[in-house]
């Protein structure tokens, strides 16, 4: 069984995850998707908030599973007895980033190796944090998320106003 986790921030997750998540599931054959922290980031939804995000719009995806996880990734590979990283890459700007985490999760645990897979043209330029940014100022992000994140990020930012 080929086994891949699939670690990220997802605050929240968008159509470009979602897009990444669809290509890899027809190479993997279970996904763990795993939020966990990034030190550089303040996230907007708690982690659990994140979890039952992600948990929702991927409920109709087969053999995906969805936890958080407070540690290193490579510990979560091991935990779930994955040997592969997925990642997405957007522009040549991601390379950079991806390829120091790839070398350092590969030092950290030379089993782990990491898999990058390129989403559709039109989730190439988007981010979570400008997701966040256009809602706060009232734009319409319905062709970035789906509805339910739309509607769980309007209520959050609203609240926090
Ligand atoms: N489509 C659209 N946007 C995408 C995307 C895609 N396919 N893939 C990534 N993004 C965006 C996200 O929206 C996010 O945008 P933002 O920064 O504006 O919010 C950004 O790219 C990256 O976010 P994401 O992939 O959700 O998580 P991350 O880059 O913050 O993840 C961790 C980094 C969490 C995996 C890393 O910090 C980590 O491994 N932490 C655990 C501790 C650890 O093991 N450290 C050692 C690492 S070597």
Known sequence: ?????????????TNGHLDILER????????DIAVVKNVNKD?????EERVEIIRECTKDILNVKVEKFDGLVVDFAQKVGASVIIRGLRALSDFEYEFQMALMNRHLDNDVDTVFFMPS??????????????????????????EYVKNKL???IRSNK
Not at 1 to 13: E, H, N, Q, V
Not at 43 to 47: G, K, M
Request: proline share 7%; charged share 25%; aromatic share 14%.
């Open 1 to 13: 069984m080929k086994k891949a986790i699939y670690p990220g921030t997802f605050d929240p997750i």
């Open 24 to 31: 890899a599931i027809k190479v993997f054959d279970f996904i």
């Open 43 to 47: 996230p907007l939804f708690n982690a």
């Open 121 to 146: 043209e039109e989730n190439t330029y988007l981010s979570s944090s400008m997701i966040r940014e256009i809602v706060k100022f009232d734009g319409d992000i319905s062709c970035f998320v789906p």
């Open 154 to 156: 309007i209520r959050k």
